[in-house]
């Protein structure tokens, strides 16, 4: 009997290899919808924390740096600076970074004639560290907080796209300043995949780092800087203590001033594997 032939019932579909899989997964198909709700509910919750604190925490750092100025007499309003605007007297400058422009300052030089300005061409290649003769001396002698001779304005930055300034104001130059760090003459000179960067002073003063910025460009990690830079010295800054950390594939580092102005070096893969201290910037 047990070798007895059984006849098939073709009236029954067979049953397909996966069914029971499928059977298993139905009682567990009413917690994936939760499950998924919570996840977008986290990522929400997260977006909502960290936007208002990124936009207090810049709404701040502006703050100081217009309160510096101030200090210094180097801050107008529009309403003061529209008459000199409306008959073009000066320069207006706008302050680019990565993100566009972010500040309008006025001086009543006229910038346009020490050279030749930077174009939207040479934003890239200015932001990628390559030297531009009129950009880093008008940024120097301009915009430096402490001894630049332009004044800053509260003109919104957004008023600037798309030609805003040239509307308004037509009969005044208007000059775009690539800001990349080097009128700080404070960089990144050398690092230590993994463990630590070296920072120069090129400057005939000490600077203090406190507010000063440390990012990789991998999570955006950062680690805040304390103490001081001697004239013409170097510091060694650990990463022992932070998050910030090396992409093995390469990828960059920026050291970014409180007054928001940064200085970005790059690495390779060969850099990361060998280990060893390698110069930079």
Not at 6 to 29: C, F, T, Y
Not at 134 to 152: H, M, S, W
Not at 179 to 193: D, M, S
Not at 251 to 279: I, M, N, P
Request: glycine residues 8%; charged residues 25%; proline residues 5%.
């Amino acid at each position: 009997m047990a070798n007895e032939n059984v006849p098939i019932d073709e009236s029954k579909p067979a049953k397909q290899v996966g069914d029971w899989k499928r059977r298993a997964l139905i009682p567990l198909m009413p917690l994936a919808v939760p499950g998924v709700l919570i996840a977008f509910a986290a990522i929400f919750l997260i977006i909502a924390v960290c936007l208002p604190f990124l936009a207090v925490k810049g709404f701040f750092r502006q703050r100081t740096f217009v309160t510096q100025l101030k200090s210094k007499d180097r801050f107008v309003t529009l309403s003061h600076l529209r008459p000199k605007l409306e008959v073009g007297e000066g320069t207006l400058i706008e302050e680019w970074g990565v993100k566009g422009p972010y500040r309008i300052w006025w001086t009543s030089e006229n910038v346009a004639a020490r050279g030749t300005p930077p174009t939207d061409e040479d934003f890239r290649s200015i932001m990628g560290g390559k030297d531009h003769v009129f950009n880093d001396q008008c940024v120097k002698d301009y915009l430096e907080p402490d001894t630049g001779r332009a004044i800053l304005t509260d003109i919104k930055p957004r008023v600037s796209r798309n030609g805003g300034l040239k509307t308004l104001f037509p009969g005044v130059q208007v000059v775009m300043l690539v800001a990349t760090g080097k009128q700080n003459e404070i960089k990144i000179v050398a690092i230590l995949p993994e463990s630590a960067i070296k920072i120069a002073n090129l400057t005939d003063r000490s600077v203090n780092l406190n507010g000063w910025r440390v990012f990789d460009g991998r999570a955006n990690n950062e680690l805040r800087l304390t103490g001081e830079v001697a004239a013409g010295g170097n510091l060694v800054v650990s990463f022992a203590s932070s998050k910030v950390s090396f992409n093995v594939n390469g990828g960059d580092l920026t050291l970014r001033s409180a007054e928001g102005r940064w200085h970005t070096v790059c690495y390779t893969k060969e850099q990361v594997r060998r280990g060893e201290w390698v110069e930079v910037g």
